[in-house]
């Protein structure tokens, strides 16, 4: 979940995509500041429970987490709302600590569970596994066992403004030329054609996957370094020096602002952001998936979102499995309010999807048959380290110059090594 209201002092503290490396070169814990709620309800019962949430930017959603918390009559739960774009750091070395969270929001992923940081929340999920999105499922599942509770689904794909296109008289693009063709047609002196974010972080999956690749195969090994995909890189080289991409906007890719303001026609962003740019453009927006990057090859959407786990260094391991399971399994009147009262996500919980209103007609119902015909999930596999190796892809072929299969094999090297680690 991105912010979905308006800009403000909270869209600069959400990375969707996440960056800096493995769990061991990750700093030491800074302070939270004092974001911290402590909820009473459960205070005379003597047993405390601490969660981990990174700020989310929209309006309300701090209140909305303490409120839930609060309702939770075994403990008194505590939130650390930590602000900043370094969440993943913070957590990670919180989990080195001897003052680890009991709980904590974050991705599914394989180095946790191979470092023994999470416990597995099987007997929490069983009665309910089939209400979920298979795709959740599959995507939480390491080992045989299923380590962590969906709480939103957050596709990403591109917006743009109706009205920009049709004055260039094109349609949204199909295939990645046309993309970089459109962003041509539609640059004036006060517009530029597109904005895939600053870092270009986030467009990084969906190159692969429109590419016709993937990140990794089913044996875990590369998958990503093709000839399309460098190909690929190449073209994204030449739109980056085109001066038909907005660089440098005041904020990165999640927050709608670029869009909104009017510095670009295109835009890259989440399905969060919707409301916000529906107040703000009305009718005069449209949203498609990364178009296809190579011939037969489908468009790709990433279906990011957040889950809730439970560290293996919980104070009361039972207790904090029983708080996830009430707030993320049992409350599913909390669950619809998290996904559909603070912007727009798709609820993890299939009975909750199919009834949510909001998401049944226009550009929502849109969102929801893109993230169903092109999603891609969490591969539990791609760690951090390998995350941020094809995000330095980026940095080193198209911000700067080295040659596609240069910086894709420097990419391998450190991907390589993680895969060594995590399989042999």
């Not at 999470?118 to 599959?138: M, T």
Request: aromatic share 10%; hydrophobic share 40%.
């Amino acid at each position: 979940m991105r912010a979905s209201g308006a800009a403000g002092s909270g869209w600069d503290r959400r990375r969707v995509l996440r960056a800096l490396g493995g769990v061991a070169a990750l700093g030491p814990l800074a302070a939270c500041g004092s974001n911290n709620g402590r909820s009473g309800s459960g205070g005379g019962s003597g047993n405390r429970l601490t969660q981990y949430f990174h700020a989310y930017g929209e309006a309300g959603t701090q209140d909305a987490i303490k409120r839930y918390a609060k309702g939770f009559g075994k403990a008194d739960v505590k939130t650390q709302w930590i602000t900043g774009d370094n969440f993943e750091s913070k957590l990670f070395s919180a989990l080195l600590s001897s003052d680890a969270p009991d709980v904590f929001e974050f991705h599914p992923q394989i180095h946790m569970v191979r470092a023994g940081q999470i416990l597995p929340l099987d007997d929490i999920v069983a009665p309910v596994k089939d209400d979920f999105n298979p795709a959740d499922i599959a995507s939480h599942t390491i080992d045989g066992k299923i380590w962590g509770v969906r709480m939103i689904d957050d596709p990403q794909f591109f917006f743009y403004r109706k009205s920009l296109l049709a004055k260039a008289g094109i349609a949204p693009p199909q295939t990645l030329d046309e993309l970089i063709e459109a962003a041509a047609k539609l640059t004036t002196d006060k517009v530029k054609g597109v904005f895939l974010g600053n870092k270009l972080h986030a467009i990084v999956r969906p190159l692969i996957w429109a590419s016709g690749a993937d990140c990794l195969d089913a044996e875990n090994q590369i998958a990503y370094h093709t000839d399309q995909v460098a190909q690929n890189l190449g073209k994204l080289r030449t739109l980056f020096t085109s001066g038909d991409q907005l660089l440098d906007a005041p904020s990165d890719f999640w927050d709608p602002s670029a869009l909104i303001q009017g510095l670009t026609a295109i835009q890259w962003c989440g399905m969060w952001a919707m409301p916000a740019m529906q107040k703000a453009l009305g009718d005069d927006l449209g949203v498609f998936p990364f178009p296809s990057a190579a011939p037969g090859a489908a468009p790709a959407v990433y279906n990011g979102g957040w889950s809730m786990f439970v560290s293996s260094k919980a104070k009361d391991k039972d207790l904090a499995k029983e708080y996830v399971k009430w707030l993320w399994i049992d409350q599913t009147q909390h669950q619809e309010d998290w996904a559909l009262g603070y912007g727009f996500h798709i609820p993890p919980r299939t009975s909750l999807a199919d009834s949510a209103e909001k998401l049944k007609s226009g550009l929502p119902a849109e969102g929801v048959r893109l993230f169903n015909e092109f999603g891609h999930f969490d591969n539990p596999a791609w760690t951090q380290a390998m995350i941020a190796a094809t995000e330095g892809v980026m940095a080193d072929c198209v911000r700067s110059d080295m040659a596609p299969e240069a910086a894709l094999d420097k990419a391998d090297k450190k991907i390589n090594d993680e895969l060594r680690k995590l399989f042999g």
